[in-house]
C-alpha cells in the first residue's frame, strides 16, 4: 500500500512540473524582461480604484518619455500588462452616466468615416477581419428561445489618431512610399468592441448594457468585448489588449487531449455562444465553416500550450515561441485576481485575455523602430524562438478572432497546431498593404480611409482586407516550405 501511494505521489510531481515548467526552462531567456520572473506577482495598484462622488476615477496611464516604457532595457512583461489593464479601467470611467470611450472617443466606421452616436453605439458590421462570411452567432435553439442573433462590431478612436489618419491619408493615398516610417504618435488609440442585442441573453445583470441603433433601429445592446490599441513610447507598433466578458464560451479542455488527439468540446451548461447539447470539435472554430455558432476558447489568455508525451506520461507544456509562456501566462494570471478583489460594479464581469507588442530594445528611436517594422513587413507576427512578438503570441478574442485561433485556412486539428501557423493581432494588422510598407498600415481603419479616398466602398474594402490577410497568410506559408527543405 505505501508502495502504491509513493508510485502515485511521484506521478503527481513529476506532471505537475511538466505541466509548469516552460519550454525554454526556468531561466528567463527573453530581453524584455528584466525584473519579473515567472513565480513573481503581476498586481493592480490601490489609486486605480479611488471612488469619488460615487464613481470609479481611474487615472490614465503614463505612456511618454516619463513612463516605464522610456527604457526599453529595464521595462518588464507586467508593465505591458498594467497599460493595458489600467487603459481598460481609464476607458470605463463613469462621464456623466456614460462609460468615458462613449463620451469622450469618436466613433468611426471601417473607411474612417465619422459616425452620429446621438440615438446610440451604430451597429452595422457583422463580419470578422477573417472572412466577409465569417459572422459569429449565437445558437438556434430548436425551441426558438432564446432567438438566434448575430454578433456587430463597432470602432472608436481618439482625436490623436483621427487628426494623425486624415493628415497622411491623402498622401497615402496618392503615394504610399511617402509614409513608409511614419507612425502614429504616442497616445493615439484606437478601440474595436463587440455587441449583441441584449434581448437574447438569458441574464443581463453581470453585462454592460447601453442603447444601440443596429441597421438603423434602436435597440439595447450588451458589450461582449473590447481591443483596446495604443501607442506607448518606443512602441509603434500600437500594444494590442483584449478584453471580454467572462462567461460567453467554454474552454478548450486540455487535460483531455492527447498529442495526436483532440477533445470534443462539451458543457454542461449552455452558454451564450454554446448550447449544452451540442459537441463541438476544430471545425466550430475553422474559417469559412458554414456554422458559425457553438465555439470555443483555445488557449487561455492567449498562450500557447501543447500535449507532449514524457515518457510514459502525456503532459500538458508551454509552446516554445518566442516569449516565455509560463512568465506571461502568471502575470496575467494574477493582474486579473488583483483587479478582481478591487473592483466593484459592472466592469468586474470583464476580464483581461492578454495583450500583443513587439521587442523595440535596441532600436533607440522612432526611426529605428519604425525601419524595424517595416522591414518585418508581413511577418510582424512570426513568434518562433527568437523572434520579436511578446505577450500573448497567440493573442484573441472569443468575439473577434473566433474562427483563427488555431491559424487560418482548414486546421485538421488543434493538437497539430504548432508555432509557424500561430496567429495573432499581427498576422492581420502589420506594415504591407499592397507592396508598400509603413506603420500607419497596422491600423484598418488607416488602411480603410485610404481605400476610401481612392474610391472603394465599405464592401470592397472588406474585399481588400481579406486579400491582404490570405496574401500574407500565403507568403508566410511559402516562406515556411521553402525553410523546410
Known amino acids: 500500500m505505501k508502495t502504491t501511494k509513493m508510485v502515485l505521489l511521484f506521478i503527481i510531481l513529476i506532471s505537475f512540473c511538466a505541466c509548469k515548467k516552460d519550454s525554454k526552462g526556468e531561466k528567463d ?13 503581476c498586481l493592480a495598484p490601490a489609486n486605480w480604484f479611488t471612488i469619488v462622488n460615487n464613481t470609479r476615477q481611474t487615472p490614465p496611464p503614463n505612456e511618454g518619455p516619463t513612463s516605464v516604457f522610456a527604457n526599453n532595457q529595464t521595462v518588464t512583461n507586467c508593465d505591458f500588462h498594467q ?9 470605463t470611467n463613469e462621464v456623466n452616466g456614460k462609460p468615458f470611450f462613449m463620451t469622450n472617443l469618436i466613433q468611426v466606421n471601417a473607411a474612417g468615416q465619422k459616425l452620429d452616436p446621438t440615438n446610440g453605439i451604430v451597429l452595422t458590421d457583422t ?5 466577409k462570411s465569417d459572422i459569429l452567432r449565437t445558437p438556434n435553439f430548436p425551441s426558438g428561445v432564446p432567438k438566434q442573433t448575430t454578433v456587430y462590431y463597432s470602432i472608436f478612436m481618439d482625436q490623436l489618431l483621427y487628426d494623425t489618419m486624415i493628415k497622411y491619408g491623402p498622401i497615402a493615398k496618392s503615394d504610399p512610399s511617402k509614409v513608409k516610417d511614419i507612425t502614429f504618435p504616442v497616445g493615439a488609440l484606437e478601440l474595436k468592441t463587440s455587441w449583441i442585442d ?12 447601453t442603447q444601440g441603433v443596429i441597421n438603423g433601429v434602436k435597440t439595447k445592446v450588451a458589450l461582449l468585448g473590447m481591443h483596446v490599441v495604443g501607442i506607448v513610447e518606443n512602441h509603434p507598433e500600437f500594444v494590442w489588449a483584449t478584453f471580454e466578458h467572462e462567461n460567453l464560451a467554454p474552454a478548450y479542455d486540455w487535460t483531455k487531449a492527447t498529442p495526436t488527439a483532440d477533445a470534443p468540446v462539451t458543457s ?8 449544452k447539447n451540442s459537441t463541438a470539435t476544430v471545425q466550430n472554430i475553422t474559417s469559412k465553416n458554414g456554422i458559425y455558432t457553438d465555439v470555443f476558447s483555445v488557449y ?11 515518457g510514459s506520461f502525456n503532459v500538458q507544456l508551454y509552446m516554445e515561441t518566442s516569449q516565455n509562456g509560463s512568465e506571461n501566462f502568471n502575470n496575467i494570471r494574477t493582474i486579473n485576481q488583483s483587479v478582481k478583489t478591487q473592483l466593484k460594479g459592472i466592469w468586474n464581469n470583464y476580464f483581461y485575455n492578454g495583450s500583443l507588442w513587439i521587442n523595440t530594445e535596441g532600436y533607440k528611436d522612432t526611426p529605428a523602430q519604425a525601419a524595424l517594422l517595416d522591414s518585418l513587413s508581413y511577418n510582424l507576427s512570426n513568434s518562433s524562438p527568437g523572434d520579436l512578438t511578446r505577450g500573448s503570441t497567440a493573442a484573441y478574442n472569443i468575439t473577434m478572432e473566433t ?27 502589420n506594415t ?14 488607416f488602411t480603410g480611409y485610404v481605400q476610401n479616398l481612392q474610391g472603394l466602398n465599405r464592401a470592397q474594402i472588406k474585399d481588400e482586407h481579406v486579400k491582404e490577410i490570405v496574401k500574407q497568410f500565403n507568403q508566410r506559408l511559402r516562406l515556411k516550405q521553402l525553410k523546410s527543405k
Do not use: R
Open 29 to 41: 531567456n527573453y530581453s524584455t524582461v528584466k525584473k519579473s520572473t515567472a513565480s513573481s506577482e
Open 83 to 91: 497599460w493595458s489593464w489600467q487603459k481598460f479601467l481609464w476607458l
Open 432 to 445: 504591407s498593404n499592397n507592396s508598400a510598407e509603413s506603420p500607419l498600415f497596422i491600423s484598418h481603419v
Open 198 to 209: 441584449a434581448s437574447v441573453l438569458k441574464d443581463t445583470s453581470s453585462y454592460f448594457v
Open 127 to 131: 463580419a470578422q477581419a477573417s472572412s
Open 268 to 275: 454542461t451548461v449552455d452558454y451564450p455562444f454554446f448550447n
Open 300 to 310: 487561455k489568455y492567449g498562450v500557447p500550450v501543447e500535449k507532449a508525451m514524457k
Open 403 to 429: 474562427y483563427v485561433q488555431v491559424g487560418f485556412g482548414k486546421p485538421s486539428s488543434i493538437h497539430a497546431n504548432t508555432v509557424d501557423n500561430l496567429v495573432n493581432c499581427f498576422s492581420c494588422h
